[in-house]
């Protein structure tokens, strides 16, 4: 197994839309094992192949404590979508910034396992947030787009004073 390098928010590759992955053979396999282990390096519950500079539909997540239940999905979709929460969310590529976003609170989920073999899962909670939010990376889209215009400036100068100030210490 080895680490990946995250992608950092406003890297345009984060806008990259996934394809669908029409095998899963070691290659995938492999993937899934080093996005799991840069997960937990990185003390993250959700990453998507988008995160790591691999354009191919395949999420891993786990919201345990003890980060014992790894849930890889391949090709996920969401086939039913129930009430609603508002949760202040996080993500790997876009450190040190947290923002409320309105997500499903129960989904139902098909995706493909390593095997290949398709299945289908249930998610609600955290659980469910952290699967929809990865999905988005594989269209491309972030947790951040979903603010008001005044937010996205607060963010936006946030990582600017962020960026200037690992400047200074590189300096
Ligand atoms: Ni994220």
Known sequence: ???????????SRLRTKAQTIEQVDDEVRQLA????ETMYDAAGIGLAATQVDVHRRLLVADVSSEGSEPLVLINPEIIEKQGEQL???GCLSVPGIYAQVARAEKIRVSALNLDGEPFETEAEGLLAICIQ???DHL???LFV???SPLKK???RKKLLKMKRANE????
């Open 1 to 11: 197994m080895s680490k990946l390098n995250i992608l950092i928010f406003p890297d």
């Open 153 to 155: 400036r607060l963010v």
């Open 33 to 36: 094992n080093d996005m799991l």
């Open 139 to 141: 269209n491309g889209v």
């Open 168 to 171: 200074e210490v590189l300096a």
């Open 87 to 89: 949760h202040d969310e």
């Open 145 to 147: 787009d979903y603010l």
């Open 133 to 135: 939010h990865e999905m």
